[in-house]
């Protein structure tokens, strides 16, 4: 089933395996892609004498993975093909112990904590670029925690139990039978989720860890890491704390405007930071989620979930932003269920339905584009007079006979039961008309929302929570400076951050060499 250089590919990734790995199969003899489903699996381990097979009858196709005879609580239900094929080869690899994506002790010590039996679902399409995140962040908990197992659930095989739970957005997460998570995330986020849902006995008023630096990144993406390399390259002791490594680039799936650099995606992008950054003594705390500071003070202060504090003179605030919602009541109610940010991932689920896409940008054009291919009818709807797009954008999606696009358009309300989306209500910004429009799903595309909640009260920002910063990226703190989407710098893009970031640490170590700021 497998190409047969991908099976080389492979024979090389498990050439170091030293665990006994078996793939213990259940399959149902009389089902039509019984023999596809068995061959897939005897690729993989064809790839490697340490691998083996182990078959038995069931109602359902699915594998587990065990070593050296024991359950590692990992499971597939479903070919993990497409984006989650590297989901299968590093649940292998870190089963092995070899370690590709297993957290620091600090964030283990968190997950050996969750309280009780934890079993949990994880639902996929195997087109979605954010699945394999959440996918693999919980098959890590599952080999840290014996009392944690994952299963993740290829969506398309299991149409009924998609139903049945009214899944309308992947990844989603289950956890014991009840809804745990939908849409994009990370190992930190997911912990923190479980945390709140199961119980945990980490204590954290008894973790004392205080770690000291002469300049602290908050922020893991292209702005964070220029920041930390500038900074790193100055003989400092640097530390990155940030959700993950990569930001907000994790989510984007074509690049093909950094400079120097033809064609490359997010994910690619986001690992090609994490080398360059391994390539210096920079201290990186990951799935860090951070809940207060103090950067009033000479030395700052900065405490994450989990009880770690981190201490400097220098705090470079480069947190991104994510995506923007509507702000409409019950939009919470509806996200994973009508409402949806990533047409990559979510789209599938509307083929031969009618959706709307909010915003008339290069984002929501280009969300246009793509759904049109799957969708029945898409509904662009523009704030603006004008749509913001390219015009090569823009002349794609005139061209489309399924894509009707509406300029001054407002979005006033979400239509439902409270559970499953069924329209929206909008009014026609140039005589205050309203009109209610069914539709299947909507996809919002109206920008991003800058991540500085934990700052916000301590630095100058503006009406929009953006960080205010000068032409040398310091803010209205002494020590304190930010760079990247979270602050007022026009033009949110790559290039743009990676530039900032440098320029906030050169800033930083100006200031420190001309004793503004004393380490």
Not at 42 to 50: P, R
Not at 282 to 290: A, G, H, S, Y
Not at 458 to 487: C, F, H, K, M, W
Not at 493 to 499: F, P, V
Request: proline share 3%; with cysteine.
């Amino acid at each position: 089933m497998l190409d047969s250089s991908i099976l080389e590919q492979v024979k090389g990734v498990f050439g170091s395996l030293s665990s006994d790995i078996t793939l213990s199969v259940t399959r149902n003899s009389n089902d039509e892609n019984s023999a596809e489903f068995s061959s897939f699996v005897e690729d993989i381990a064809s790839t490697s004498d340490k691998i083996k097979t182990v078959y038995q009858e069931g109602e359902q196709f699915s594998f587990s993975i065990l070593r050296n005879g024991e359950e590692t609580g990992i499971s597939f239900r479903g070919i993990p093909n497409g984006h989650e094929f590297t989901s299968l080869l590093l649940a292998i690899l870190n089963s092995d112990g070899q370690g590709k994506n297993l957290p620091d002790e600090a964030i283990a010590a968190r997950i050996k904590s969750l309280k009780g039996e934890i079993r949990l679902q994880t639902y996929v399409s195997l087109t979605c670029t954010n699945c394999p995140d959440v996918v693999q962040a919980l098959n890590v908990m599952a080999l840290i925690n014996p009392n944690i197992s994952n299963e993740m659930v290829d969506g398309g095989l299991c149409q009924d139990e998609i139903q049945r739970l009214n899944i309308q957005g992947v990844p989603s997460v289950y956890v014991n039978g009840e809804p745990l998570h939908t849409g994009r995330g990370d190992l930190g986020i997911l912990l923190q989720e479980l945390e709140d849902k199961v119980g945990t006995d980490h204590d954290e008023n008894a973790v004392q860890t205080v770690r000291e630096y002469d300049v602290i990144v908050l922020g893991g993406g292209p702005a964070g890491a220029s920041s930390a390399i500038y900074s790193a390259r100055k003989g400092l002791r640097v530390a990155i704390v940030a959700e993950r490594i990569g930001g907000q680039v994790n989510d984007t799936t074509g690049i093909e405007n950094l400079i120097s650099v033809t064609k490359t995606t997010g994910t690619q992008l986001a690992a090609d930071l994490r080398t360059h950054i391994n390539d210096y003594s920079i201290d990186v705390f990951d799935n860090r989620k951070v809940v207060s500071t103090n950067l009033k003070e000479a030395i700052k202060t900065v405490s994450v979930r989990g009880g770690e504090t981190f201490t400097a003179p220098a705090v470079v605030i480069a947190t991104g932003a994510s995506w923007r919602r509507l702000g409409l009541p019950d939009e919470d109610k509806y996200i994973g269920h009508g409402e949806h940010f990533c047409p990559h991932c979510d789209g599938p689920f509307y083929k031969g339905k009618d959706v709307a896409v909010i915003g008339g940008g290069n984002s929501g054009i280009e969300a246009a584009i793509d759904l049109a291919g799957i969708c029945r009818h898409v509904t662009v709807l523009e704030f603006a007079d004008a749509m913001r797009a390219d015009e090569v954008l823009q002349q794609k999606v005139a061209s489309l006979p399924n894509v009707e696009v509406f300029l001054s358009t407002q979005t006033t309300a979400l239509l439902g039961d409270g559970q499953k989306l069924s329209g929206i209500r909008v009014k026609d910004r140039t005589n205050d008309e309203e009109r209610d429009i069914a539709l299947d799903g909507v996809f919002v595309q109206i920008g991003l929302s800058p991540n500085s909640d934990a700052f916000k009260d301590q630095v100058e920002v503006t009406p929009r929570n953006e960080i205010i910063v000068d032409a040398t990226n310091r803010t209205s703190l002494s020590g304190v400076y930010a760079a990247g989407d979270v602050t007022t710098v026009p033009y949110k893009q790559i290039t743009i951050a990676m530039g900032e970031g440098a320029k906030a640490a050169l800033s930083a170590f100006d200031d420190r060499i001309r004793g503004v700021i004393i380490g």
